[in-house]
């Protein structure tokens, strides 16, 4: 031992002055830190960039302006026959409330002192949303007893008016905009200065339905927050029984042959098949052999099940794997059975780990959107599906496929509101993240 | 090696437990164990000694079946616990490893309260009628294990937070709470610390009285304090069985020899 040291030169420099060598290590050490620094810097940055560019695009959605006006609900144009029997009343249309409403809003202008400078009575009308005599129509045709009574109406500014109190149009551009004039503006300023007009937090965004292209300010998410909501119940009670089964069984319980190791690399593949493959097989099996309906969740569950289901037994099959050999041992030697070993000891060391992995497959799942539009989910859906179980069959829409249509719809307003939809749909993500975090502190306090 | 002395010991009865004949162990290719014939005795302890990788928890293994766990292991030979072949296929190793149980090298405590370890294999296997049952065979597997005195206060929290010495006592409790007859232990001291260890050792000396004890060792000086049979184990074979005292004074191999003297190793 003495002679191998004693051919290697000495150190003979201080330790208080690094020499050369020291130096240049702790250079690259500091260099790879900053390496580091700047790459997790860049990616706070794009998340904060892309934060505000979709909260600032997007909030404005949870807000809506309403013109609030008493209006006459006259029995000579709603009830003719002056029976009150709602399915005669049935018989006069929306076009039937549009002038009731157009009339109420003149009269009560000129009762208030609003000039209506430069703004007939079309593009007066043309200020409420189209949106507004179906929602009269509709409170009138549930409460018959209120015709003719003149009721204080709530009713949706259109589209354009919404958005010069939200600052997306403004006079300049209505100059351009042959879809509102800067007349119009000034009265909808004049209004709300009497306040008729106001903008307040919209909570028909987040529980109301679709709603056609030309009006956007009455488009709602909660048909698709119920689709997206069913399917994840669809994926929830498939995949995470289904996955954590097979996880165990191919871990725990099956020889390791020839025959399982095709299985587990083709589980690592399958997670990586792109996602509209599954949308493909899920139209063809699902939809055209076993003959389930269109744009219904249950199609959607199904879908994102076999979608899930790799990532669920990739992580569960990781945290089976975690728990050490040496506490499977211990229960088999105390004479526990292999299934008693697994479900008493192995399973609850490693619930964190499934429970995290489940729970961004879910994620996945929720955000996912190529292989919904191949099994129709994308259709305009205004009717709110039943509950469940009947309702996984009712056809509906999902929220990034919500955020898809809107974003290719023409009104600007639109833009806005996929925005919105966005947030919505990032808050429900943050918020099931926070549940995986909250559940593997609760389980992983058990030491 | 001054600790070396070998204390003689009256060996209380020699009914025969178990009686292996012609095993042969084979992982895969390598052959790890080759014609074992080894009798142990009833309330006797029974050491395995021999250098690493001569195949003595493979052989003790054997003995409760714990070598089924793996895949590339084949097992041949006899095996009779009590006059029963334990590789009959009738026999269910689950319950056979009630009646042999197994301490590890490591201190495996299950993550749960010091009272569930122990509970755990009674709680499995129907042991106890109800809770003050429950309570009693704990209370009695952790005094026979000499470990109440330091844990009674604090039955409820976590096994895995003693320290080594008192995690391997608890395993102990533990393997013991199940009432086996026979106790395997593989190298039960090599990670404890030389209180820990007089401590484990002074516990096998007392669960003679009612157990067969199988201890597999590498301290030679462990082997001659607590056991009354020794099997020295070379390269798979067994090159020689006899009383302790006679194996550590007069070795009859001159391979046991060289290893109890320190030549092999
Ligand atoms: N799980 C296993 N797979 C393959 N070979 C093993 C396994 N366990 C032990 N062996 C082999 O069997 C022989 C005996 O090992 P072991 O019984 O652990 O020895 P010891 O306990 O005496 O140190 C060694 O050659 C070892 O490599
Ligand atoms: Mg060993």
């Known amino acids: 031992m003495t002679d191998a040291s004693s051919n290697t030169p000495r150190l003979t420099t201080s330790i208080i002055e690094p020499d050369p060598r020291t130096r240049r290590r702790n250079a690259s050490e500091r260099r790879f830190r900053a390496y580091g620094l700047a790459a997790i810097g860049t990616g706070i940055a794009a998340l904060i960039f892309l934060v505000i560019s979709i909260v600032s695009n997007g909030y ?8 609030t006006i008493p209006v006459e609900l006259s029995e000579q144009r709603l009830d003719p026959q002056g029976n009150r029997d709602p399915e005669e009343m049935a018989r006069v249309t929306t076009f039937g409330y549009a ?20 703004v007939n009575p079309r593009d007066l009308m043309a200020m409420i949303s189209q949106e507004a005599p179906a929602q009269v129509r509709n409170l009138v045709l549930a409460n018959p007893e209120i015709v003719g009574q003149t009721l204080d109406m709530e009713m949706l500014a259109s589209g354009r008016i919404d958005g010069y109190f939200k600052g997306r149009v403004t006079l300049e551009s209505a100059e351009r905009d042959s879809n509102v004039s800067p007349a119009q503006l000034a009265l909808a300023a004049a209004m709300a200065e009497a306040g008729l007009m106001d903008t307040r937090f919209n909570w028909a965004f987040i529980t109301g339905p679709d709603a056609s292209g030309q009006r956007p300010e009455a488009a709602g998410l909660g048909v698709a927050i119920l689709g997206s909501l069913y399917m994840m119940i669809v994926v929830l009670a498939l995949a995470l029984p289904i996955g954590v089964a097979a996880s165990i069984y ?18 690592s593949n399958l997670a990586a098949v792109p996602s509209i493959v599954f949308g493909i097989l899920g139209l063809a099996i699902f939809i055209n052999f076993a003959g389930l309906p269109q744009s219904a969740p249950i199609v959607g569950g199904l879908v994102l099940t076999l979608m899930t289901l790799p990532t669920i037994i990739i992580a569960t099959r990781a945290s089976l794997r975690a728990v050490p050999p040496s506490i499977r041992d211990a229960a088999l030697g105390l004479g526990a059975s292999k299934m008693q070993s697994v479900f008493h000891h192995v399973l609850p060391l490693a619930m964190p780990g499934i429970l995290t ?19 129709g989910m994308v259709a305009f859906v205004r009717e709110f599906p039943d509950a469940p179980p009947e309702g996984l069959f009712d056809p509906t829409s999902a929220l990034p496929v919500q955020v898809f249509s809107w974003t290719q719809r023409a009104d600007p307003a639109f833009v806005e509101r996929a925005s ?15 549940l995986a975090v909250m559940l593997r502190r609760r389980f992983e306090r058990r030491w | 090696m001054n600790d070396m002395t070998t204390i003689e010991r009256a060996v209380t009865t020699s009914e025969k437990k178990i009686d292996a004949k012609g095993v042969n162990v084979h992982y895969a290719d390598t052959h790890a164990i080759k014609n074992v014939d080894v009798e142990i005795d009833d309330k006797t302890v029974t050491a395995f000694i021999g250098p690493s990788g001569c195949g003595k928890s493979t052989f003790l293994r054997c003995l409760n079946r714990m070598n089924d766990t793996i895949d590339i292991c084949r097992v041949t030979g006899d095996i009779l616990l009590d006059d029963e072949d334990i590789y009959h296929p009738k026999v269910d190793p689950v319950q056979l490893r009630a009646k042999v149980g197994m301490v590890f090298q490591k201190p495996n405590p299950f993550p749960k309260s010091i009272y569930d370890n122990v509970a755990y294999g009674p709680r499995i296997h129907g042991l106890a009628q109800n809770k003050a049952d429950l309570d009693d ?9 000499a470990l109440w005195n330091e844990v009674k206060d604090r039955l409820d929290k976590p096994g895995t937070g003693l320290s080594g010495g008192q995690q ?18 593989d190298e039960p001291c090599s990670a404890l ?26 301290s030679m000086a462990q082997a001659s304090r607590i056991s009354q049979k020794t099997a020295f184990f070379h390269l798979g074979e067994l090159i020689e069985f006899g009383d302790t005292t006679q194996i550590f004074t007069n070795p009859v191999d001159p391979r046991t020899e060289s290893y109890i003297t320190g030549r092999i190793g």
């Open chain 2, 137 to 145: 065979i704990v209370e009695k597997s952790l005094r026979r294990a």
């Open chain 1, 357 to 375: 992995g489940t729970i961004i497959g879910l994620a996945q799942a929720l955000g996912e959107t190529a292989p919904l539009l191949l099994i």
């Open chain 1, 420 to 434: 919105g939809a966005t947030i919505v749909l990032l808050v429900f993500l943050v918020s099931m993240n926070l």
């Open chain 2, 168 to 185: 391997q006592r608890l395993c102990i409790a533990r393997a013991v709470a199940t009432s086996p007859e026979v106790l395997l232990m």
């Open chain 1, 99 to 118: 002038p009731v409403l157009a009339m109420a809003l003149q009269s009560h202008l000129i009762e208030q002192g609003i000039p209506m400078d430069g």
């Open chain 1, 60 to 67: 404005t959605a949870f807000l809506q302006t309403y013109i």
């Open chain 2, 193 to 218: 610390d030389p209180i820990a260890t007089a401590q484990v050792e002074n516990l096998i000396d007392d669960l003679r009285s009612r157990f067969s004890v199988v201890i597999v060792t590498h």
């Open chain 1, 250 to 267: 191919l871990e725990e319980f099956a020889p390791k042959n020839r025959f399982t190791d095709i299985i587990e690399v083709n589980i």
